[in-house]
C-alpha cells in the first residue's frame, strides 16, 4: 500500500502562484510514476502533470504548459507543483496521483492508469 499526503493550496488573486506538493510512504518502489489531476465542480477530472523515475521525465496537459511546473524528489517521493499566472478557470480540486511502476507516456494522462489517490487539496483563484 501507498499513502498519498497533500499539502498546499489555499486562495490567490488571478495572476498569483501557488504551490502544492504530495508526498508518497509506504511501499513504494524505486521506479514510479507521479502526477497530479485536477477537478472543477460539474467537471470530469482532468490531467495536469506527471513525473516518471527513473529519469525524472516531465509532461503536462498541453493548455497548462508553460505556467505549471512539475518537479520531484526522487529518493524522497515527492512531487511539487508549481502554479503560476492562475487564472480562475484553474480553481478546482487537485488530486494527486501514483503508481508503482513508470507508466508510458501515452498513459500518463489516464487516471485510470494510476493506482493510488490522495485526499486532494482546494485550489481557489479569485478574478
Known amino acids: 500500500q501507498v499513502q498519498l499526503a497533500e499539502s498546499g493550496g489555499g486562495s490567490v488573486d488571478a495572476g498569483g502562484s501557488l504551490r502544492i506538493s504530495c508526498a508518497a510512504s509506504?511501499?513504494?518502489?524505486?521506479?514510479?510514476?507521479m502526477g497530479w489531476f485536477r477537478q472543477a465542480p460539474g467537471k470530469e477530472r482532468e490531467f495536469v502533470a506527471s513525473?516518471?523515475?527513473?529519469?525524472?521525465?516531465?509532461a503536462y496537459a498541453d493548455s497548462l504548459k508553460g505556467r505549471f511546473i512539475i518537479s520531484g524528489d526522487r529518493y524522497k517521493n515527492t512531487a511539487l507543483l508549481q502554479m503560476n499566472s492562475l487564472k480562475p478557470e484553474d480553481t478546482a480540486v487537485y488530486y494527486c496521483a501514483f503508481r508503482n511502476s513508470r507508466l508510458i507516456l501515452s498513459n500518463l494522462g489516464n487516471a485510470e492508469a494510476y493506482h493510488y489517490w490522495g485526499q486532494g487539496t482546494q485550489v481557489t483563484v479569485s478574478s
Open positions: 509506504g511501499q513504494t518502489l524505486s521506479t514510479y510514476t
Open positions: 513525473i516518471r523515475w527513473n529519469g525524472g521525465n516531465t
